[in-house]
Nanobody, 113 residues
């Protein structure tokens, strides 16, 4: 049974940090992984991408220099470290093995004072 489970979301003040985790199971983890987000009334957008070996990453312009994607293939887990958070980062964050069509259920991140 394929499972993609995000965790680590919550409420944080502007300028704060959060680390999201994505635990995958039920499929071979040697795939590229991505984090997406969707804010209310907006389309889902790609936030960060990491190759299967973890040797290459890409980021949306809006998060470059603030967010870092990483993975631990021994633990079948992908992470998203989010620093210097802004109110416009508020969204539901999703983890995806896009090439396999696998998505998690999402975790809410709210940045507000």
């Amino acid at each position: 049974q394929v499972q993609v489970v995000e965790s680590g979301g919550g409420l944080v003040q502007p300028g704060g940090s959060l680390r999201l985790s994505c635990a995958a199971s039920g499929f071979t983890f040697s795939v590229d992984m991505s984090w997406y987000r969707q804010a209310p009334g907006k389309e889902r957008e790609l936030v960060a991408f990491i190759t299967s070996a973890g040797d290459s990453t890409t980021y949306a312009d809006s998060v470059k220099g603030r967010f870092t994607i990483s993975r631990d293939n021994a633990r079948n887990t992908v992470y998203l470290q989010m620093n210097s958070l802004k109110p416009e980062d508020t969204a539901v964050y999703y983890c995806s093995a896009l090439s396999r069509g696998y998505w998690g259920q999402g975790t809410q991140v709210t940045v507000s004072s």
